[in-house]
């Protein structure tokens, strides 16, 4: 796991660390010592640690003026025992929404499990972001993932499955994915 890294070909376009509008601004970042982990696996040092211990994230692109952010993710999303949305929406989303961004194109491939609880978060979530016409969508969520999420009722307040899976959202330049994503959703 230590081998994977966030995407990285948008950061001439878009680096969290310097953009003083986000909750990482003025991490620094070692590309020799391996302090996070996933259990008992070491992830790269460029994902960020938002309070989970088995999640990790790297927000890779922000545009203020459209309202937007697309969020890579990596290890196991448990809201069941480390409750990783409390995490994820009171460091993380909270923080952007205040910054205005209430449409989310969140990068799921590198999630190999999931594990439902409450829904408080989730849906205090999409309750923010529609108010504004805004929206959550997974991309590239493994299948057996996708399951749990349907079987617990997520798609009440995000978005996946096969009709969101871009393979390729690499090649894709970031407000280009956003604008393919968006027309998906709007019709």
Same mark, same amino acid.
């Given at each position: ?5 966030? @995407?990285? /070909?948008? /950061? =001439? ?5 310097? =953009?003083? /509008? ?9 590309? +020799?010592?391996? #302090? %996070?982990?996933?259990? %008992?696996?070491?992830? @790269?040092? $460029? ?13 890779? +692109?922000? =545009?203020?003026?459209? !309202? ?14 480390? %409750? ?5 929406? /009171? !460091? ?6 205040? $910054? ?9 491939? !590198?999630?190999? %499990?999931? @594990?439902?609880?409450?829904? =408080?978060?989730? $849906?205090?979530?999409?309750? &923010?972001? #529609? &108010? ?5 969508? +997974?991309?590239? #969520? ?8 349907? &079987?617990?009722?997520? @798609? ?16 894709? &330049? ?5 604008? #393919? ?7």
């Amino acid at each position: 796991m230590h081998r994977i890294e966030p @995407h990285f /070909r948008w /950061r =001439d376009i878009y680096v969290a660390s310097r =953009d003083n /509008r986000s909750p990482f601004y003025g991490r620094e970042y070692s590309e +020799f010592f391996f #302090t %996070n982990k996933i259990y %008992n696996y070491v992830i @790269h040092p $460029q994902w960020d640690a938002f309070g989970s211990d088995t999640l990790y994230l790297k927000i890779l +692109f922000v =545009d203020y003026d459209k !309202n937007a952010a697309i969020i890579e993710f990596i290890g196991e999303w448990n809201d069941c025992i480390t %409750n990783d949305i409390m995490h994820l929406k /009171r !460091n993380v989303i909270d923080h952007l929404i205040q $910054q205005g961004i209430t449409k989310y194109l969140l990068i799921m491939e !590198n999630v190999l %499990n999931y @594990h439902a609880d409450e829904d =408080d978060y989730y $849906q205090e979530w999409y309750e &923010e972001v #529609t &108010e504004e016409a805004g929206w959550i969508c +997974f991309v590239n #969520t493994l299948e057996h993932v996708a399951q749990e999420m349907e &079987e617990t009722n997520m @798609h009440y307040y995000a978005s996946f499955g096969e009709n969101y899976n871009r393979p390729n959202w690499r090649i894709y &330049e970031p407000e280009a994915l956003i604008a #393919t994503m968006e027309t998906m959703l709007i019709e």
